[in-house]
């Protein structure tokens, strides 16, 4: 029986198509795809840049590869691409820590805030006493004299600011930390600075905690010191960190940490009546 003369194609065929494609022998063009890749990661700081800069490397990569030697840019598409996930985890990480940052913030120290603003509303110390450490050694007259400013200079409380941007607003409308003057990066470590927004206007409350102040149940505020729309301060203790705060900026003091504790600023004026020692005699 004669041998079959076509039972070689099949394996002539198969031979043909392993072989490999033939290189391009023109002239290459560089990727614009990887170029693109590099000008992506290059703005690091730019939210998801390094992110769009590694998927694009990703498809140069893969073009060249299938476009047999007309395209060139390899190196760097892997540059694009190596450089885009480092990137890209390092923005995700500081994104969390950021939002970690401000949602502790709110938690821990803006919401001690709401709370201290709304029991300074209300004459007394019972309720400003219950929300400071017990290893504050505030007297009562102490947390009336300051309750007492807040009412007389700054009105009914309306709230405390939650959005950062407007925060940074309220310091740069305010003399102390107007640029050129004072910065929050002074304070010490503890020392956390809060918006309060009134009738009459917004104040600043620099409040002093006895531990890291976004440590939940533990960090608890020691001193609170009341910085007015025009600049003065007012330290809840006489002698406690606000008060060294206030001193080392040489800010203006309210005319009230000068007076007793739990008498006004200034004595109120005296009545020209018959009882009044010194009154002058009532005219006939």
């Not at 405390?160 to 004072?182: C, D, K, S, W």
Request: proline share 10%; charged share 20%; glycine share 10%.
């Amino acid at each position: 029986m004669s041998e079959n003369p076509y039972a070689s194609y099949p394996a002539e065929r198969r031979r043909v198509e392993a072989q490999p494609p033939e290189e391009f022998e023109g002239r290459q063009r560089v990727s614009v795809l990887a170029v693109l890749s590099l000008i992506f990661v290059l703005p690091c700081c730019v939210p998801a840049a390094p992110m769009l800069g590694a998927a694009t490397g990703m498809a140069a990569l893969v073009g060249i590869s299938s476009s047999r030697g007309r395209l060139a840019g390899r190196t760097a598409a892997i540059i694009g691409v190596v450089l885009g996930i480092i990137l890209t985890a390092g923005q995700v990480a500081i994104g969390v820590g950021v939002y970690s940052a401000f949602d502790a913030y709110r938690q821990h120290v803006v919401e001690r805030a709401q709370d201290f603003s709304k029991a300074l509303e209300t004459p007394g110390a019972t309720g400003v006493r219950g929300l400071l450490s017990r290893s504050a050694p505030v007297t009562d007259e102490e947390i009336a004299r300051l309750g007492g400013v807040v009412r007389s200079e700054l009105g009914t409380l309306v709230g405390v600011t939650r959005n950062p941007f407007e925060m940074a607003e309220t310091l740069r409308n305010n003399p102390v930390f107007a640029p050129g003057g004072n910065s929050v990066m002074d304070l010490p470590q503890n020392a956390v600075p809060v918006s309060v927004e009134y009738s009459k206007g917004t104040a600043i409350f620099l409040v002093f905690f006895d531990g890291n102040p976004m440590d939940t149940g533990k960090a608890q505020p020691v001193d609170v010191m009341l910085i007015l729309p025009d600049g003065r301060a007012l330290p809840l203790r006489g002698d406690g960190p606000g008060s060294k705060i206030l001193r080392r900026w040489g800010l203006k003091e309210h005319p009230a940490a000068s007076s007793p504790p739990g008498l006004p600023a200034s004595p109120p004026e005296m009545s020209s009546t018959p009882e009044s020692p010194g009154a002058p005699a009532p005219t006939r």
